[in-house]
């Protein structure tokens, strides 16, 4: 198969048209077949909720070619459960997981020459999402539903290297108590754009929130869980329900555990004792791990390790996980799902 004339190793995280993309309809209780198609405009209602009341929600997983070939999504399962609990959270029917997986699945086949080459980081990253549709102006659930599924493929995210960032917290919050911080719907997205664009004009790469009850212990920042490693080897992540959870914190308590020997830990992290702390990074789908170097919290930078090397922990961590992903390192029981193709190909 003749992979598209793309500079892999040149992309950025952008848009841009591939072949086919995947829509799923909703209608009178049920979801149709689904279809792939080249268009990638879909038409909607202008008074469909996800337009006016933010009765939408999205997930973010990616394809990746193996040493050998092969092409295998990571924890699918995992996106299709955490958007079935963003569909619940919000009054939109949910989609099966099997639906869901086939749906990505079809996306990657089908667009198989985006799909990067094994060596040079890129993969195709696939954005699943649903979307309340429908001529239905009142401030309740739409009548009609779309679920959609589309791929880009994205370069390695560290280009210069595994480097650490500068961070500090937010003073506004991203998610209520007992709002929709747990589930990734599009409101929460909207409200993170000011304090992510204070924090870099202030010179950081982004903002911590802190719980919004309050504001004493860490959550995460805007797209990314958060965790530290102490001197003593632990592995500490935030546990909270305004917490998105996401699928690399969890990988990542699973790695460090039975990967890398070390004791991993849920619990409350307060910002007052982030000196704890030997090294400390984000997480997530896009970069795996980010290093932060320091943060900055009332004035006062604590800085972890080192603000222009990454420290030793946190590179093993992401060289474990990366691994797994691409197929290098064994993964445990049931993480990898790959796309079955005809011998002949
Ligand atoms: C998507 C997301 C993450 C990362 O989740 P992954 O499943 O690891 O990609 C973390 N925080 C927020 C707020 C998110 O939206």
């Given amino acids: 198969m003749q992979k598209a004339n793309i500079n892999w190793g040149e992309l950025g995280f952008k848009y841009q048209k591939v072949d086919k993309v995947y829509v799923s309809r909703w209608k009178d209780g049920r979801w149709d077949d689904g279809v792939l198609q080249d268009d990638d405009k ?12 933010g009765q939408q929600c999205f997930e973010g997983l990616k394809a990746y070619t193996t040493k050998n070939g092969d092409i295998q999504l990571f924890r699918p399962d995992m996106n299709a459960k955490r958007l079935q609990n963003s569909c619940k959270r919000i009054l939109m ?14 996306v990657v086949e089908a667009n198989e020459r985006f799909v990067p080459p094994y060596g040079t980081g890129a993969t195709l990253y696939l954005r699943p999402f649903v979307i309340g549709n429908g001529d239905n102006i009142g401030a309740g659930p739409a009548p009609e539903y779309i679920f959609c599924v589309f791929g880009i493929p994205v370069g390695p995210y560290f280009k210069g290297g595994f480097k650490p960032v500068k961070m500090t917290t937010a003073k506004y919050d ?66 909270s329900p305004s917490i998105l959870p996401s699928i690399t914190r969890n990988s990542l308590l699973t790695v460090a555990r039975d990967y890398l020997g070390m004791e991993a830990i849920e619990g409350e992290i307060k910002i007052d004792e982030v000196d704890q702390f030997e090294e400390v990074g984000a997480c997530g789908t896009a970069a795996v791990i980010t290093p932060i170097g320091s943060i900055t919290y009332n004035g006062k930078k604590h800085i972890f390790h080192s603000e222009e090397v990454a420290g030793t922990k ?11 992903q691409f197929g290098d390192i064994e993964a445990p029981e049931g993480w990898i799902v790959k796309l079955q193709k005809e011998c002949a190909k």
């Fill in 42 to 53: 879909i038409s909607i209602s202008i008074s469909a909720t996800a337009l006016h009341y």
């Fill in 93 to 106: 029917p949910e989609v099966p997981v099997d639906k869901f997986i086939d749906a990505c699945l079809k």
């Fill in 174 to 239: 991203r998610a209520a108590p007992y709002g929709t911080g747990g589930v990734k719907v599009g409101g929460n997205y909207a409200c993170g754009m000011l304090p992510h664009q204070v924090a870099v004009e202030e010179g950081f790469a982004d903002c911590i929130y802190l719980d919004p009850e309050t504001h004493t212990t860490i959550e995460e920042a805007g797209t990314s869980n958060f965790f530290g490693i102490t001197k003593d080897n632990k592995f500490i992540t935030p546990d």
């Fill in 314 to 324: 946190i590179t093993k961590l992401y060289e474990t996980l990366h691994g797994i």
